[in-house]
C-alpha cells in the first residue's frame, strides 16, 4: 500500500495516538473492543483523527462531501427545510457541520425564498472544525454553537454524513457462529483477536443479521449500536415537537447490506484522498468509516418513538427538491458557469457517482414532507 508520507508532527501525534490505545488495551487485560479503538482513532481528546488539528475536508484534506461540491446541494435541502420551517419553528440543527459550507448554503438559499431562521445550531464534536465553521459563518447572527443534544427541539434537524463516522463493533462468522472482532497487540503493532459475543451484542447480532446462520465462514461486517443509540437520542429530542430530521450517508437497507457477497464488511479508511481497509494504518491521521444500515437506523428511530417519514437515493431526493431547475437559473449558453455546475450536479445525483450509493433517510412528526419528496419515497425498500 502506498499512501503519502505524513509530515513528522503528524507522525509523531499518531505515535502518541498508538501509545494510548496500546496503554488502555493492557488495561484491558490485553483486548479492547473494535467500536472502543475506532472511538479513540477517531474522537481522542487532541490526537484522534477528529479532535486533532489537521485538514479533514477539501484539496488538502482526506475526502469531500456533497456541500463542498456544489452550493445546489445545500440549496435542495434548503427547500425541504422550509416546507418543514413552515409547518414547526424557525430553528435549524446540523450535526457535524464539516467546514459550515452546508450552513452558509442553506441559510442562503432560505433567505432568498424569504424564510427567517431564528437560530441555526451546530453540533460539532471536532475541535479542528468548529474552529473553521466558527470563522466561515461570523457573520451569520443565527448561528451558534452547542456540546450536546438540547431536551427538546422543533424545526428541521441536518446530518450529512455523520452516522458513518460513528464507531461500529465488527463481527466474524466462525465454526458455525458469530465472534467478536477485538483489537489486541502482538509483537508492537495491533492485530485482531475474536472473542465470543456479549449478551447486549449477540443481541444486536439476532436484530441485524436474521439471516445470519446462512452467511459464510470467515464472513466479516459491521454492528451499529453507537448510531442507534443516536437515533434514539434523536427521538428523545424531538418528542413532543414538530419537526424532520434528514439524515444523508452512503449505505444500503439490510437486505443489501448483509449481501452474501459482502463476505469483508464495509469498514473504508480514508487518508489523503486516498481509499484502503487498513484500520490499524496511522490512528488519528486517517478517517475510518462503515456504511450505513439504513434499516436499523429506522427501527432504532421508530421503536424510540420517531416516526419514519421518508427514505430514497440521494439522487431522487435531489431531483425532487429542484436541483434540476436551481441548475437552470444559470444560463446553459453561459459555459464558463453553467458546465462547472452542471458537472457537480451530474457527481451528486448520477447513479455511478454519489446519486446511488447515498441515501436519504428522513424521520419525524408532526409534519408533511413535499408531495414531490412523497412521491419518491421508497421506504417499504427498508
Given at each position: 500500500?502506498?499512501?503519502?508520507?505524513?509530515?513528522?508532527?503528524?507522525?509523531?501525534?499518531?505515535?502518541?495516538?498508538?501509545?494510548?490505545?496500546?496503554?488502555?488495551?493492557?488495561?484491558?487485560?490485553?483486548?479492547?473492543?473494535?467500536?472502543?479503538?475506532?472511538?479513540?482513532?477517531?474522537?481522542?481528546?487532541?490526537?484522534?483523527?477528529?479532535?486533532?488539528?489537521?485538514?479533514?475536508?477539501?484539496?488538502?484534506?482526506?475526502?469531500?462531501?456533497?456541500?463542498?461540491?456544489?452550493?445546489?446541494?445545500?440549496?435542495?435541502?434548503?427547500?425541504?427545510?422550509?416546507?418543514?420551517?413552515?409547518?414547526?419553528?424557525?430553528?435549524?440543527?446540523?450535526?457535524?457541520?464539516?467546514?459550515?459550507?452546508?450552513?452558509?448554503?442553506?441559510?442562503?438559499?432560505?433567505?432568498?425564498?424569504?424564510?427567517?431562521?431564528?437560530?441555526?445550531?451546530?453540533?460539532?464534536?471536532?475541535?479542528?472544525?468548529?474552529?473553521?465553521?466558527?470563522?466561515?459563518?461570523?457573520?451569520?447572527?443565527?448561528?451558534?454553537?452547542?456540546?450536546?443534544?438540547?431536551?427538546?427541539?422543533?424545526?428541521?434537524?441536518?446530518?450529512?454524513?455523520?452516522?458513518?463516522?460513528?464507531?461500529?463493533?465488527?463481527?466474524?462468522?466462525?465454526?458455525?457462529?458469530?465472534?467478536?472482532?477485538?483489537?489486541?497487540?502482538?509483537?508492537?503493532?495491533?492485530?485482531?483477536?475474536?472473542?465470543?459475543?456479549?449478551?447486549?451484542?449477540?443481541?444486536?447480532?439476532?436484530?441485524?443479521?436474521?439471516?445470519?446462520?446462512?452467511?459464510?465462514?470467515?464472513?466479516?461486517?459491521?454492528?451499529?449500536?453507537?448510531?442507534?443509540?443516536f437515533m434514539a437520542s434523536l427521538a428523545?429530542?424531538?418528542?413532543?415537537?414538530?419537526?424532520?430530521?434528514?439524515?444523508?450517508?452512503?449505505?444500503?437497507?439490510?437486505?443489501?447490506?448483509?449481501?452474501?457477497?459482502?463476505?469483508?464488511?464495509?469498514?473504508?479508511?480514508?487518508?489523503?484522498?486516498?481509499?484502503?481497509?487498513?484500520?490499524?494504518?496511522?490512528?488519528?491521521?486517517?478517517?475510518?468509516?462503515?456504511?450505513?444500515?439504513?434499516?436499523?437506523?429506522?427501527?432504532?428511530?421508530?421503536?424510540?418513538?420517531?416516526?419514519?417519514?421518508?427514505?430514497?437515493?440521494?439522487?431522487?431526493?435531489?431531483?425532487?427538491?429542484?436541483?434540476?431547475?436551481?441548475?437552470?437559473?444559470?444560463?446553459?449558453?453561459?459555459?464558463?458557469?453553467?458546465?462547472?455546475?452542471?458537472?457537480?450536479?451530474?457527481?451528486?445525483?448520477?447513479p455511478s457517482e454519489m446519486g446511488e450509493?447515498?441515501?436519504?433517510?428522513?424521520?419525524?412528526?408532526?409534519?408533511?414532507?413535499?408531495?414531490?419528496?412523497?412521491?419518491?419515497?421508497?421506504?417499504?425498500?427498508?
Open positions: 500500500m502506498s499512501l503519502p508520507a505524513p509530515t513528522p508532527d503528524a507522525l509523531a501525534a499518531s505515535q502518541s495516538l498508538q501509545q494510548l490505545i496500546a496503554a488502555e488495551i493492557e488495561q484491558l487485560g490485553g483486548a479492547m473492543a473494535f467500536s472502543r479503538f475506532m472511538e479513540l482513532a477517531l474522537y481522542a481528546p487532541r490526537l484522534g483523527y477528529y479532535s486533532g488539528g489537521a485538514s479533514k475536508l477539501g484539496a488538502s484534506g482526506d475526502f469531500t462531501t456533497a456541500p463542498e461540491i456544489s452550493p445546489l446541494f445545500g440549496a435542495s435541502v434548503a427547500r425541504a427545510a422550509a416546507a418543514i420551517i413552515a409547518q414547526s419553528a424557525p430553528d435549524i440543527i446540523e450535526f457535524g457541520a464539516g467546514t459550515g459550507k452546508l450552513a452558509r448554503d442553506v441559510l442562503g438559499a432560505l433567505a432568498g425564498m424569504g424564510v427567517q431562521v431564528r437560530s441555526y445550531t451546530i453540533i460539532e464534536l471536532s475541535g479542528e472544525l468548529r474552529a473553521r465553521q466558527q470563522e466561515a459563518l461570523k457573520d451569520l447572527p443565527q448561528v451558534r454553537w452547542a456540546d450536546g443534544f438540547p431536551g427538546s427541539f422543533s424545526g428541521v434537524v441536518l446530518a450529512n454524513e455523520v452516522l458513518d463516522a460513528m464507531p461500529v463493533e465488527l463481527v466474524i462468522r466462525k465454526d458455525g457462529q458469530w465472534l467478536r472482532q477485538m483489537v489486541t497487540v502482538e509483537a508492537g503493532e495491533f492485530a485482531f483477536v475474536q472473542r465470543p459475543l456479549t449478551q447486549q451484542l449477540a443481541a444486536h447480532v439476532a436484530r441485524q443479521i436474521p439471516h445470519g446462520d446462512t452467511l459464510a465462514e470467515g464472513y466479516l461486517t459491521e454492528i451499529h449500536p453507537v448510531a442507534e443509540g428523545g429530542m424531538m418528542k413532543g415537537g414538530r419537526g424532520a430530521a434528514f439524515l444523508f450517508d452512503y449505505g444500503f437497507p439490510a437486505h443489501e447490506y448483509y449481501l452474501d457477497q459482502r463476505v469483508g464488511g464495509t469498514l473504508m479508511c480514508h487518508y489523503r484522498h486516498h481509499s484502503h481497509p487498513e484500520a490499524f494504518y496511522l490512528p488519528g491521521l486517517q478517517d475510518i468509516t462503515a456504511h450505513v444500515d439504513f434499516t436499523a437506523m429506522a427501527l432504532a428511530a421508530q421503536e424510540a418513538g420517531l416516526p419514519v417519514l421518508a427514505y430514497m437515493n440521494q439522487s431522487s431526493f435531489l431531483l425532487a427538491c429542484g436541483i434540476g431547475e436551481l441548475l437552470l437559473e444559470t444560463d446553459p449558453e453561459d459555459a464558463l458557469r453553467y458546465l462547472p455546475r452542471s458537472k457537480a450536479v451530474h457527481k451528486l445525483v448520477s450509493l447515498f441515501k436519504v433517510l428522513v424521520v419525524g412528526q408532526g409534519v408533511d414532507l413535499p408531495d414531490a419528496i412523497v412521491r419518491a419515497d421508497r421506504a417499504h425498500r427498508l
